[in-house]
Nanobody
Framework: QVQLVESGGGLVQPGGSLKLSCAAS????????MGWYRQAPGKQRELVAG???????NYADSVKGRFTISRDNTKNSVYLQMNSLKPEDTAVYYC??????????WGQGTQVTVSS
């Protein structure tokens, strides 16, 4: 089993940057596919970025070129660097760990608000 704790959210002005962190406890972190999702009020949760155990990444079209996902298996952590933030990036951001056999796990979420 994996427990996920996100941090790093907050209020930022348009054009600013934030870095989200997700710390995982439990075993075998390196074999999980990790992802960042977000959910804005009144909208469905959507994938923002994902990273495989081998380091391959994918991004939603809306964040390509602005967001970067990374992982540090020695620290059992995954990160989301968010640059050039826009008001439409405002949402609760969730960390996700997925493995076909070991299961699917979610963090509690961290609020990101982009506003002047």
């Amino acid at each position: 089993q994996v427990q996920l704790v996100e941090s790093g959210g907050g209020l930022v002005q348009p054009g600013g940057s934030l870095k989200l962190s997700c710390a995982a406890s439990g075993s075998s972190f390196s074999i999980y596919v990790m992802g960042w999702y977000r959910q804005a009020p009144g909208k469905q949760r959507e994938l923002v970025a994902g990273i495989t155990s081998g380091g391959s990444t994918n991004y939603a079209d809306s964040v390509k070129g602005r967001f970067t996902i990374s992982r540090d298996n020695t620290k059992n952590s995954v990160y989301l660097q968010m640059n050039s933030l826009k008001p439409e990036d405002t949402a609760v951001y969730y960390c996700n760990a997925k493995h076909t056999v070991l299961g699917l796990y979610w963090g509690q979420g961290t609020q990101v608000t982009v506003s002047s």
